[in-house]
């Protein structure tokens, strides 16, 4: 399978602890994206990456949150000192630019990375 | 301020019936408009993506939309409802400028009644 794989699926961790979500997008992706989705709402942007290069970071995304994208492959993204506000669903998307290097728009995501904080 | 917008959390039609799903957009620039898919226990995918050119835009399984600058809007139709496409549906935009990351509505699950 060569589609966008996320790691690990589900997630149950405690208040206060740390927890790291991985993405593996398509190869030949060079723009990797995250977003979050709670029940009943559409995936909110949290942050872009073009190659290793953190282009975009919603204000959505406090201090706790970090993520990366070092060698332009897979990203990571980590959330530390969980509150219970942030269970949710962790999507990855990746995708490639248009002919002017633009967004073409065409995200393929994975299944997503289900957090739930106790 | 730029807002995508989907009327209807929930739709139900009967098989066989006509599907419309609506999307507004606000911005003083048409944006690049998407639909994607979301069944269950799967990951999003695209359906169907309005840029330049042709404002009725076809997409996979039947489905289509209409670009229409003087509405705003984008809604989704499908003339015949099957069973399998019971599904949550969004509507996604590009506003011009910044990165152009892809902004989503707030989804529309779509059920449909044997």
């Known amino acids: 399978d060569t589609g966008v794989s996320q790691d690990p699926r589900h997630k149950i961790t405690k208040r206060g602890q740390n927890v790291t979500f991985r993405c593996d997008p398509i190869?030949?992706?060079?723009?990797l994206y995250w977003y979050r989705q709670t029940l009943g709402q559409g995936p909110e942007f949290l942050t872009y990456?073009?190659?290793?290069?953190?282009?975009?970071k919603s204000r959505l995304l406090s201090d706790r949150f970090s993520a990366e994208r070092p060698k332009g492959s897979f990203s990571t993204l980590e959330i530390q000192r969980t509150e219970q506000g942030d269970s949710a669903m962790y999507l990855c998307?990746?995708?490639?630019?248009?002919?002017?290097?633009?967004?073409?728009?065409?995200?393929?995501f994975g299944e997503g990375s289900r957090l739930t904080v106790l | 301020a730029q807002s995508v917008t989907q009327l209807g959390s929930h739709v139900s039609v009967s098989e066989g019936a006509l599907v419309l799903l609506r999307c507004n957009y606000s911005?003083?620039?048409?944006?690049?408009l998407f639909w994607y898919v979301q069944y269950p226990n799967q990951g999003l995918q695209l359906l169907l993506k309005?840029?330049?050119?042709?404002?009725l835009v076809k997409g996979i399984n039947g489905f289509e939309a209409e670009f229409k600058k003087s509405e705003t809007s984008f809604h989704l139709t499908k003339p015949s409802a099957h069973m399998s496409d019971a599904a949550e549906y969004f509507c996604?935009?590009?506003?011009?400028?910044?990165?152009?990351?892809?902004?989503f509505g707030t989804g529309t699950k779509l059920q449909v009644i044997p």
């Open positions: 911005s003083s620039v048409p944006p690049y």
């Open positions: 998307a990746s995708s490639h630019p248009g002919l002017a290097g633009g967004n073409t728009g065409e995200l393929f």
């Open positions: 190869s030949e992706h060079n723009r």
């Open positions: 309005y840029t330049t050119g042709a404002t």
């Open positions: 996604a935009v590009i506003f011009s400028g910044g990165y152009q990351k892809v902004t």
């Open positions: 990456f073009q190659n290793e290069a953190q282009l975009e």
